[in-house]
């Protein structure tokens, strides 16, 4: 029998099918490529893992609803947020008792508490950026709103009955304010009963929960800051005569433990969009963020931003 002449195998055929669907499908990408074009210039990178921030209790709403989701959208991290007084705080990073990666204080007074070799050195730098007044809130439907509305403020917290809170002055920097207004307004009005509340240890209640007392009706009125009242959406009086203001700090802690996290978290809220967010829920953003310390232990990430 002479020899047949046989066709490709099997296995060639599927080598060459698979080799032109491959030719294809990169000449298909490529084409893809050509028409969505490479990621934009300085499109932001978004990161994993957490910053832990050690936050004045009066931010404790709008770092909830605002900063945390805004500076997670933009970045990628989270944000384990721990509230309370600032000069308590403070403290606790003294003490060790909460390790920080940022911490956001509403006194410069809080940040010193920190710095120097007496001190362990845990803040070396902070940056003053933005303010916000000390008024009287109240709840609308209060029976003592009328007269808060139209009254002296400092008739009306001295009135039988009247329920006030405020907060520590040895934990709590706003706590201190108020100490300074009543008794401004008790030497500028010759009133014994504005100086006596400073003396009541019962109109005394934790930052985190005075504004849950006022919302149960528990109290009548309580000293917030204006940004903590524009949060909670209570109606405020200032305090006129006395005009007490908190000022907010930033700084990233020595020895963070997640210092890229902090370096970003610190970049993104002095960061316009940052800016434009904090002043719609009431924060006003100092002209110019003022520096404290020692320039040089800036991060190098930070340098640009802090000035």
Same mark, same amino acid.
């Given at each position: 029998?002479? +020899? ?9 055929? =599927? ?14 990408? %490529?084409? !893809? ?7 934009? /210039?300085? /499109? ?9 921030? !050690?936050?004045?209790?009066?931010? @404790? ?16 991290? &989270? ?34 508490? !920190? ?5 362990? +050195? ?8 933005? &303010?916000?007044? #000390? ?7 209060? *029976?003592? /709103? ?12 001295? @009135?039988?009955?009247? *329920?006030?809170?405020?907060? +520590? ?5 706003? %706590?201190? #304010? ?27 209640? &934790? ?28 109606? &405020?009086?200032? #305090? ?5 203001? /908190? ?39 100092? =002209?110019?963020?003022? #520096?404290? %310390? ?14």
């Amino acid at each position: 029998m002479g +020899n047949q002449s046989r066709g490709p195998t099997c296995p060639q055929i =599927g080598v060459r099918a698979a080799s032109a669907a491959f030719s294809a499908l990169l000449v298909a990408a %490529g084409s !893809l490529a050509a028409v969505v074009g490479p990621p934009p /210039a300085g /499109a932001a990178t978004k990161h994993a893992g957490t910053v832990i921030v !050690l936050t004045a209790g009066s931010l @404790e709403t709008i770092m909830k609803t605002a900063v945390e989701p805004g500076f997670h959208k933009a970045t990628g991290y &989270t944000v384990t947020d721990i509230p309370g007084g600032s000069t308590g705080l403070a403290q606790d990073i003294k003490g060790g008792i909460h390790r920080a990666d940022v911490f956001w204080s509403a006194a410069p007074t809080s940040d010193r508490l !920190l710095m120097g070799a007496k001190n362990g +050195n845990w803040v070396t730098w902070y940056l003053t950026f933005a &303010t916000t007044s #000390l008024v009287l809130g109240y709840e609308p439907k209060d *029976r003592f /709103a009328s007269a808060i509305r139209h009254g002296p403020w400092w008739k009306v917290v001295t @009135e039988p009955g009247f *329920r006030i809170g405020r907060t +520590n002055p040895v934990t709590d920097p706003k %706590g201190r #304010l108020t100490v300074d207004a009543l008794r401004k307004a008790a030497r500028q009005h010759k009133d014994a009963a504005l100086a006596a509340i400073v003396e009541d240890e019962a109109t005394v209640f &934790t930052e985190t929960s005075l504004v849950g007392r006022l919302q149960a009706g528990q109290l009548d009125a309580g000293f917030f800051y204006a940004v903590e009242a524009a949060a909670a959406h209570f109606p &405020t009086v200032p #305090l006129a005569g006395v005009g007490e203001k /908190a000022d907010y700090t930033l700084t990233v802690v020595a020895k963070a433990p997640h210092p890229a996290a902090a370096d970003a978290f610190v970049a993104w809220l002095l960061s316009p969009a940052a800016k434009r967010l904090l002043a719609a829920h009431g924060l006003d953003e100092l =002209g110019k963020p003022v #520096l404290a %310390g020692k320039k040089s232990e800036v991060p190098a990430s930070l340098k640009k931003v802090v000035g």
